[in-house]
């Protein structure tokens, strides 16, 4: 009985995962910065930098997710990930497809690019 009260109190603290301030921090600026980027992006009038702006946005967060798991972002940076990295994704399609519709030469002629969903197919 006495073995089995050890094994559960060390599987139950092994799963609670620890930050250091610092990581907390880090991760609350980086946070912070894409949701700042990703509105910028919304804003910004050249379609390329928007584009950039969304990318980046994407790409901190993605960074994150290296320092902490996507269930303890909730606690450490007030965001709901999920609902954050669609919002992110549903940005960086949007600024696609206006680059797009303004410079149609840039829409690469392959089906792949449909697949990844660039863009539409071209008719």
């Known amino acids: 009985m006495v073995c ?11 799963n609670q995962r620890k930050y ?11 946070v912070d910065h894409a949701a700042q980027l990703a509105v910028q992006s919304k804003q910004d009038q050249n379609e390329f930098i928007a584009v950039v702006h969304v990318t980046e946005a994407d790409s901190l967060l993605k960074a994150v997710l ?10 450490l940076a007030n965001i709901d990930y999920m609902q954050i990295t669609e919002q992110i994704e549903k940005q960086k399609q949007e600024t696609t497809k206006r680059l797009f519709t303004k410079y ?15 863009y539409p197919p071209v008719e």
């Open 104 to 118: 149609p030469t840039l829409i690469p002629q392959h089906t792949l690019s449909t697949i990844a969903g660039w």
């Open 4 to 14: 089995l009260v050890i094994l559960v109190s060390q599987w139950s603290t092994r």
């Open 66 to 75: 290296t320092l902490v798991h996507p269930e303890d972002l909730g606690k």
């Open 20 to 30: 250091s301030k610092t990581v907390q921090k880090q991760v609350k600026g980086l």
